[in-house]
């Protein structure tokens, strides 16, 4: 059984939008930090229950700065 494409490998052009655009541009933007645009951003995910993005989102949180302890009281 193969398994399933996920929708940037199914269409590329929407992960380069992402790359460039959300990560490229939206998140380089200095009105909000990147450690305050994390917790905003896990926050959302965590509340829409969108379990897979806020994998990865953690571990950007984590990188810009937010503290475990700061996750876990925000979840």
Same mark, same amino acid.
């Not at 460039?20 to 829409?48: N, Y």
């Given at each position: 059984?193969?398994? #399933?494409?996920?929708?940037?490998?199914?269409?590329?052009?929407?992960?380069?939008?992402? =790359?460039?655009?959300?990560?490229? =541009?939206?998140?380089?933007?200095?009105?909000?930090?990147?450690?305050?645009r994390s917790l905003v951003t896990i926050s959302?995910? #965590?509340?829409?229950?969108?379990?897979?993005?806020?994998?990865?989102?953690?571990?950007? #949180?984590? =990188?810009?700065?937010?503290?475990?302890?700061?996750?876990?009281?925000?979840?």
């Amino acid at each position: 059984m193969s398994k #399933a494409k996920t929708v940037y490998e199914f269409i590329p052009k929407l992960g380069q939008l992402r =790359d460039d655009v959300l990560f490229g =541009d939206v998140w380089e933007q200095t009105d909000l930090s990147k450690r305050d645009r994390s917790l905003v951003t896990i926050s959302v995910l #965590a509340s829409h229950y969108r379990t897979e993005e806020l994998k990865g989102h953690i571990q950007r #949180a984590l =990188d810009n700065g937010v503290t475990t302890d700061e996750i876990k009281g925000m979840i």
